[in-house]
C-alpha cells in the first residue's frame, strides 16, 4: 500500500473516499425519489417556463424538459449539485496536495528521499485526478442503476460521456488548486480562489446568452466545456475534452515547476 | 574509494526577505568525520542544514554532497544523506513499520531487517502509530529511518535533546558504527555537551557566520585549568599579569585565582611558589567551560555575554 507517493496518497484519502462515494449515492437517490411526483406533475415544465430568463438560466440548463428523465437530471442534478460536489473534492485535494503536507511539516520527511519534487507534484495530481473520476464514476453509476428503480431511464452512454466532462471539470478547477498550492504552499489561498473562480466561470456560462460581455468569453469558462455541448443528450465532445486536458497539463506542468523553484517550508 | 570531500559548502548565502540567514558559510566535511555544528538557536544551523538537504535554494554560493549539488540535483544527494530533523515531522497515522516501508520504498531498497534491528537496540515499537509516540520516541523512530539506508552521509539536526541518556549512548554507538565504515555526519546542536563525544571537528555558527572551526583534540590541549592559592601575605595582582594565556585573574588580598591553559602552568606555579603558600587547588575545567570561555556562549546557547575574542584558525 505504501509503494509510492501516489499509493499512499490514495490509502490516506481512503476513508474520504467512501465517505464522497456514500455521499453521492444518497444524493442522487434522493433526486430519484423524487422523480415519480415531479414526472406526474407537468405543472413543474409550467413554473420554471414562468421563471424569470436570468434565474431559468442560473439554475436550470435552457432548453430542459422537466418532465422527461434527461431533463430533469440536467436540471436538478447536472445543473448544480453534481458539479459542487465533484469541485469541492478536486479543489480540496488539490489545495492539500502540497501545501498540506507542508502544515502538517512532513515535506521534509517526504522529500529528504530521493524522490523529485516533480514526481511527488505528478503523484499528487494522479491521486487527485483518479479519484475525482471515481466520484464521478459512482454518481454515474447511481444515476443509472438508481434510475431504474424509479423508471428514470437515462441512457448509459450518455451518461458516461457527462460523467467523463463532470471529472474533467473537476480536474481542471482541482489542477489549478494544485497549481497554486505548488506554487504558494499556501493551503487556504489555493482552496479559495480556485472556488471563487469557479463561481465566476458557472456564472459566465450561465448567463451568456443575456449578457453580452460574458457571452464573449463564455467559451474560456470550463463550465462550458462541460455542459453547453448538452452531453446527455449528445454524448463526447471531443473538442471540449481536448480544450479541458490541455488546460489540465498546463496547469501541472506549471505546478511542477513552481515547485522546483522555490524553497520548502519546514 | 579514494578519500573524496563528503560535503563541500562555498560561500554560503542566504537571505530571506530582508534577513540575512546565512552570511558567507564555507566549511568541509571528509569521510569518516564527525563535524559539530555548534550555535545558538537561530544563528544559522538548520537553514544551513536544509540547503545541503536542498529544501532551500541558497540566495549564492553552493552546497555539495560527493561533488553533488544539493539544488540541482537534489534525488542524487537524497540518495546519499540519510536526515534527522530538529522535531521529527511524522505521518500521524501510520505506524513506525509502515514509515520504514515507504521510506524503504521511495528509496527503492529492503530495510526492513534492519531498521527492526535498529528499533530493538533502540528499544522502540514499530507497531505504535506515530501519534501516540513520546517525543523521544519520534525522535528514535526519525533516527531508525535516516540510518536504515545505510547514507554516505548523515545530517542530524540536534538529534538527542529529546532522548535519554542511555539511548544517547545507543545513538553515538551507532554513529561510531556508521564513521567506522567511512561514513560521515553533520550533528548540530546549541550545546558543546551533546558532540563532544562524538566530534571530530566543531564548528561555531554566530548569526549566519562561522566564527571557528576547530578540531576537538586542540580544544582539549587548551583546556583551562582551574588555579586558586592562598598566600601567607598579600601579593600584588601585577605579579601574576604578566603569565601569558592566563585568563580571568583575580587577586584579592591574599586570595588568586585565576584560569590557566596547559602552557601556562609552569610560569605561573613558579611565581606561586617563590612566595610562602598556605593553601593551593588546581583542576581541570570540563571542556564545555573551555569552549565557553573562548567564544562566550552561556549554556543555553546565548552569546549575549561575548566575553572572549575570535578563536577562529
Known amino acids: 500500500m505504501l509503494t509510492s507517493v501516489l499509493a499512499k496518497t490514495l490509502r490516506d484519502q481512503g476513508k474520504s473516499i467512501l465517505a464522497w462515494s456514500a455521499a453521492l449515492v444518497l444524493i442522487v437517490a434522493m433526486y430519484a425519489a423524487v422523480w415519480p411526483s415531479v414526472r406526474d406533475q407537468p405543472s413543474m415544465g409550467d413554473f420554471i417556463d414562468q421563471m424569470p430568463e436570468a434565474f431559468r438560466s442560473m439554475f436550470a440548463t435552457s432548453g430542459a424538459d422537466m418532465s422527461t428523465p434527461t431533463g430533469y437530471i440536467q436540471i436538478e442534478l447536472l445543473s448544480f449539485m453534481g458539479p459542487i460536489a465533484v469541485l469541492m473534492y478536486a479543489i480540496g485535494a488539490g489545495a492539500g496536495a502540497i501545501g498540506g503536507e507542508e502544515d502538517r511539516h512532513t515535506m521534509d520527511l517526504l522529500l529528504s528521499n530521493p524522490v523529485s519534487r516533480g514526481r511527488v507534484v505528478a503523484d499528487k495530481f494522479l491521486a487527485m485526478a483518479l479519484v475525482t473520476f471515481l466520484l464521478a464514476a459512482v454518481m454515474g453509476l447511481s444515476l443509472v442503476l438508481e434510475g431504474r428503480l424509479v423508471d428514470l431511464d437515462l441512457p448509459p452512454g450518455e451518461v458516461a460521456a457527462t460523467m467523463l466532462h463532470l471529472a474533467l471539470l473537476g480536474v481542471v478547477f482541482g489542477s489549478l488548486a494544485l497549481a497554486l498550492s505548488a506554487a504558494t504552499g499556501r493551503t487556504g489561498l489555493s482552496r479559495g480562489l480556485p472556488a471563487g473562480l469557479a463561481v465566476v466561470a458557472y456564472i459566465v456560462n450561465a448567463l451568456a446568452p443575456l449578457v453580452e460581455s460574458f457571452d464573449r468569453i463564455q467559451k474560456a469558462s470550463p463550465f462550458y466545456q462541460y455542459i453547453a455541448h448538452d452531453p446527455l443528450r449528445s454524448g463526447v465532445a471531443w473538442d471540449s475534452v481536448m480544450v479541458s486536458a490541455g488546460t489540465i497539463a498546463v496547469l501541472v506542468l506549471l505546478a511542477i515547476l513552481a515547485f522546483r523553484r522555490r524553497d520548502v517550508a519546514a | ?313
Open chain 2, 1 to 313: 574509494m579514494p578519500t573524496e570531500t563528503m560535503v563541500r559548502l562555498t560561500d554560503l548565502r542566504k537571505r530571506f526577505g530582508k534577513n540575512i540567514g546565512l552570511d558567507g558559510i564555507s566549511l568541509t566535511i571528509e569521510p569518516g568525520e564527525v563535524f559539530g555544528y555548534l550555535g545558538p538557536n537561530g544563528a544559522g544551523k538548520t537553514t544551513t542544514i536544509r540547503i545541503l538537504l536542498g529544501m532551500l535554494r541558497p540566495t549564492s554560493g553552493t552546497s555539495e554532497v560527493l561533488g553533488l549539488d544539493s539544488w540541482r540535483q537534489p534525488v542524487e544527494v537524497h540518495r546519499l544523506v540519510g536526515y534527522v530533523p530538529g522535531e521529527p515531522a511524522l505521518y500521524d497515522r501510520l505506524t513506525g513499520h509502515q514509515h520504514v516501508a515507504y521510506c524503504a520504498h521511495l528509496r527503492r531498497r529492503d530495510d526492513r531487517k534492519r531498521s527492526l534491528e535498529l528499533a530493538d537496540r533502540l528499544g522502540l515499537d514499530l507497531e505504535r502509530p506515530a501519534r501516540t509516540l513520546s517525543r523521544g520516541n519520534r525522535q528514535k523512530l526519525a533516527v531508525i529511518l535516516a540510518v536504515m539506508s545505510r547514507p554516505r552521509l548523515l545530517v542530524l539536526d540536534e538529534p538527542t535533546s529529546g532522548i535519554d541518556p542511555l539511548v544517547q549512548q545507543v545513538f553515538h554507538a551507532i554513529l561510531r558504527e556508521h564513521t567506522a565504515e567511512g561514513g560521515s555526519a553533520l550533528f548540530s546542536s546549541h550545546v558543546l555537551g551533546e558532540v563532544e563525544r562524538v566530534a571530530d571537528r566543531i564548528g561555531v555558527v554566530r548569526k549566519g557566520r562561522l566564527v571557528a572551526v576547530e578540531r576537538l583534540q586542540d580544544l582539549a590541549a587548551r583546556s583551562l585549568h582551574q588555579v586558586r592559592a592562598r598566600f601567607a601575605e598579600d601579593v600584588p595582582a601585577e605579579d601574576f599579569a604578566g603569565v601569558p594565556g592566563l585568563r580571568d585573574l583575580v587577586v584579592d588580598g591574599r586570595n588568586l585565582s585565576c584560569s590557566a591553559p596547559q602552557s601556562a602552568l609552569d610560569s605561573l606555579l613558579k611565581r606561586v611558589s617563590a612566595r610562602r603558600v598556605e593553601d593551593f587547588e588546581c583542576a581541570e575545567a570540563p571542556l564545555e567551560d573551555t569552549f565557553l570561555s573562548y567564544y562566550g556562549m552561556d549554556r543555553n546557547g546565548s552569546t549575549e555575554n561575548t566575553a572572549a575574542g575570535r578563536h577562529a584558525d
